[in-house]
């Protein structure tokens, strides 16, 4: 472990939790996006990180979607905020039980505006009930549809239905977004030096319609060129 990543993480818990109990103080998400993206950016920034968006007629300035994008690493939400800081939509993000539970990132994750995944439950009606909720107060959904973090080289892995069915239920148009760029290395290297300034590349795709009866994932695939 280097000087400069002890650094980085230290400042990185000092940011995560004083953005946290600021978003605790707001209830309104069009603050909640404000800082989500301030929070974004003066993290990235620190990593010497820059985000490049492709596509950018391709993103709706409003509206209600599933966002889905594929997972790399942790500095990809941040990423997704960025790239969509200049329009109107407002995600709840569809997080695991771990974050919420996190002392790095719990404050932060419960007060910036997500919904709980607990894959340890049985059964799935209280998830489906608060994507529900969130739509109905006028949110969108950011979902990781791979689950987990894909770690290995292939550059996707297996999507989860799970994500499907929030479109279905809720009639939301689905907002493709692939992250070109290997973010866990991008985040090494920026760790590894200070000095190294990285570019991560960020796609949007044509809207998939909720009522889509073929494969996401394989839409997905074609979209991206995959």
Known sequence: MTFNSIKQAVYALYLTNSYGFRLKKTANSLEKKRLRAEYSETQLKALNINVKVVNKEKIPEDGQYLVICNHRGIIDPPILEVALKDTNIFGVWVSKKELYNSPFFGLFVRNAGSILLDREKSQMSGFFADTK??????????????????????????????????????????????????????????????????????????????????NIQAIYKEIFGI
């Open 133 to 214: 909720k969130a739509v109905k107060e006028g949110s969108s959904i950011f979902i990781f549809p791979e689950g987990t973090r894909n770690k290995g080289e292939e550059e996707l892995i297996e999507f989860k239905e799970g994500f499907r069915i929030i479109a279905l239920k809720n009639r939301l148009p689905i907002l493709p977004v692939y992250i070109r760029t290997h973010t866990n290395k991008a985040l090494g290297n920026a760790l590894e030096d200070k000095n190294s300034e990285q570019l991560i590349e960020v796609e949007f795709g044509d809207l998939i319609e909720y009522k889509e009866r073929g």
